[in-house]
């Protein structure tokens, strides 16, 4: 497989994070043709999937386009990929699994129309190789995945496997834990400027402030993770991803004074939070604390402080956090002025109860849900507009 021959790059993230998806891309020198609601499209090459996959924060799969064609039944995708040359990707005594996304009106079953994908692709390589590599669903060495919609199917090369969205230090998760993708994204859309201080109450297993400290010291998910699907391909050498590599250690950053704080009323949260810091390499950058949201040290220079409470759907009840919700607000008007606010949430009702105007609510989906991430000015003092002034003032 030739690695510097260019095709369509389509990366693949959850709902609502294509605009921050879409601004790492670009980060890294590279141009998008287009933004859909859970992507990004681009032209590049296999060498470029390798640099996608190493620094992309807010990513799903990195998929590289092998083939489009038409296609009404399973059997005319089977006789499309029985054609390809598989031989040239994969290793005859290797490993493959196959994924698809298909929306067609001629298959009600996705698994079936996999099989399919994988007997053109055993029958191709008996025929061309004289041996076959083993398949299953395991996402650890090559992947391939279908793409299938109305008449219109096209095949790629998961260059990812395992999906981006995880970043590989989150050992031990603790309780309805943010994903990773989701966590980073959120703070890209707050207007922390990533070296003054962010403060994370209720911190649970510690997503939220273990991503700002990656973010502010400029540490890839790449450092994370040693297993891509790229590494298990026909041509693959490892020279340009350990070029990469060694570039991402280079380009950590250092910020003097860096400031992060995580509490939390529960110990075993915060023994979590040391791990999964430690773990992603930044355990002696954030300041943990066991207590109460409202016992948080609040550094004197402001920043942002972000909550992501319950939401009353999965973990305590509705009434219970109803309180809650408006502590947090009496909390973020009392001891929290001059700092920006956010809260995290998926239930619009109870953030009612935080009795606070929200300058911003930016949209986002998890676990089924609508979400908000809701901002707030906590303003130092009072703030009359210019115009509510006396005369003469």
């Known amino acids: 497989m030739d690695f510097n021959l260019s095709s369509r790059i389509v990366i693949t993230c959850n709902k609502r994070l294509a605009p921050y998806l879409e601004q790492e891309v670009v980060a890294l020198g590279l141009k998008p043709d287009r933004t859909f609601s859970t992507g990004v499209e681009l032209q590049g090459t296999l060498n470029e999937c390798i640099l996608l996959n190493l620094n992309l924060r807010c990513a799903s799969q990195v998929h590289y386009s092998l083939k489009i064609f038409k296609a009404n039944h399973p059997d005319e995708v089977y006789r499309a990929l029985e054609s390809y040359p598989w031989e040239n990707l994969l290793a005859s005594d290797g490993y493959f699994s196959v994924t698809s996304n298909v929306m067609t009106e001629s298959v009600n079953n996705n698994l079936y129309v ?212 408006a502590r947090i607000g009496d909390f973020l008007k009392k001891k929290c002025q001059g700092y920006t606010g956010y809260i995290f949430t998926g239930n619009l009702e109870l953030a009612k109860k935080i009795g606070l105007k929200a300058s911003r609510r930016i949209e986002y989906y998890t676990a089924k849900l609508d979400c908000r991430l809701l901002e707030y000015e906590l303003y130092a003092g009072t703030r009359r507009a210019k115009e509510d002034l006396p005369a003469g003032e």
């Open 114 to 325: 996999n099989v399919k994908v994988k007997d053109a692709i055993v029958d191709r390589m008996r025929h061309k190789a004289g041996s076959r590599p083993n398949s299953g669903p395991e996402l650890d060495r090559t992947v391939i995945h279908l793409f299938w919609r109305e008449d219109r199917a096209e095949i790629f090369l998961d260059t990812s496997g395992e999906t981006l969205a995880k970043h590989g230090y989150r050992k031990i998760p603790g309780k309805a834990p943010m994903l990773e993708a989701l966590a980073a994204a959120t703070i890209m859309a707050t207007k922390w400027d990533r070296s003054s201080p962010f403060v994370n109450p209720m911190c649970g297993s510690s997503t939220i402030a273990i991503e700002a400290v990656l973010l502010a010291t400029n540490r890839k998910p790449g450092l994370h993770r040693s297993n891509y699907s790229f590494m298990h391909v026909q041509g693959y050498e490892d020279s340009f991803y350990h070029h990469q590599l060694k570039r991402l250690k280079d380009e950590i950053i250092d910020v003097p004074g860096l400031t992060v704080i995580a509490s939390d009323i529960a110990e075993d949260a915060i023994d979590i939070s040391k791990v999964n810091a430690g773990i992603a390499g930044v355990e002696h950058l954030i300041r943990f604390a066991v207590c109460d949201f409202e016992a948080t040290e609040i550094p004197e220079t402001p920043g942002v402080i972000y909550f992501n409470p319950e939401y009353g759907e999965r973990l305590g009840e509705v009434t219970s956090l109803e309180a809650t919700y």
